[in-house]
């Protein structure tokens, strides 16, 4: 397997003073209760598909205190920061289970949140983005998730989830390529990324190809789609929570692709 390439610049402004930068900030990681160490962390991703951000990892440390060097301080101390503080009320309830009703601007302030953390995520290994810079730059002044973001939204009770992220990146295309494509090499073209925070499941789909991708298991009610924004009102905590294995199946939409009509898989996940 190749070795990962770390971005050299801000992914968002282009600065070269790039800075370590914890990945959830610390208001988040109060909220997660954490049973095992990294090791154990691991090896749910493992079950869940794929590992990114976290691999077999024997240094000291967990996920919830993980960092990553793609931003610079600049970046995540004010429009990064704004994300942040703003989604930070209605995160809390979501990760504790408490009841609410999301409004529309819960909404597109957590779906906001989440395109931050998958953007962010997918540059543990930059060869496998799916954003450009362009979508990039939008996304720093806008704070709207990019074109092409799908995220649903689920509770899950099982502790081995409160903390997992896992990601898995293709190239697809819903039509055949031309050897010219093939020849110059297509770049990734759709992701994934399903992740834990606290009670919260988020599963995000991320593609620039017009490919319609939905996870197997999809109930209505028990998983929401919080962006796009659609008038299904989002009543939290869902009538119950979803199983391991259910959230396995979500995890798994990417490389469960085969399974789609209208798609050619080019390059293997
Ligand atoms: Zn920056």
Redesign the pocket.
């Known amino acids: 397997m190749s070795k990962p390439q770390k971005p050299r610049k ?1 992914i ?2 282009g ?1 070269s003073r790039l800075s370590r930068e914890h990945f959830w900030p610390v208001w988040a990681r109060k909220l997660l209760n954490v049973t095992g160490d990294a090791r154990t962390v691991a090896t749910y991703d493992h079950a869940l598909g794929t590992a990114v951000l976290v691999r077999e990892d024997k240094r000291p440390g967990h996920l919830k205190s993980i960092r990553i060097k793609c ?2 301080a ?2 995540n101390n004010e429009w990064m920061g704004s994300i942040e503080e703003s989604a930070k009320d209605c995160l809390t309830k979501l990760a504790t289970g408490a009841s609410y009703t999301l409004s529309e601007i819960d909404k597109s302030t957590v779906a906001t949140w989440v395109a931050l953390k998958v953007i962010i995520g997918e540059h543990n290994d930059a060869a496998k983005a799916v954003s450009r810079q362009t979508d990039r730059s939008l996304f720093r002044e806008n704070r709207i998730p990019p074109n092409g973001f799908r995220i649903l939204i689920a509770a899950c009770g099982d502790a081995r989830l409160e903390t997992v992220f896992a990601k898995t990146a293709s190239k697809v295309m819903t039509r055949r390529p031309t050897i010219n494509e093939l020849d110059t090499g297509l770049p990734y073209n759709i992701q994934c990324t399903s992740f834990g925070f606290g009670r919260l499941f988020v599963h995000a789909i991320y593609t620039t190809t017009d490919a319609d991708l939905q996870p197997i298991f999809n109930e209505a009610g028990i998983v929401y789609t919080l962006w796009p924004l659609s008038e299904e009102p989002i009543t939290w905590p869902p009538k119950r929570s979803i199983t391991y294995d259910e959230a396995a199946s979500i995890a798994r939409t990417l490389l469960d692709i085969d399974k789609l009509p209208d798609v050619t898989r080019v390059f293997k996940v």
Do not use: A, N, P
């Open positions: 801000c968002f402004c600065s931003v610079c600049k970046c």
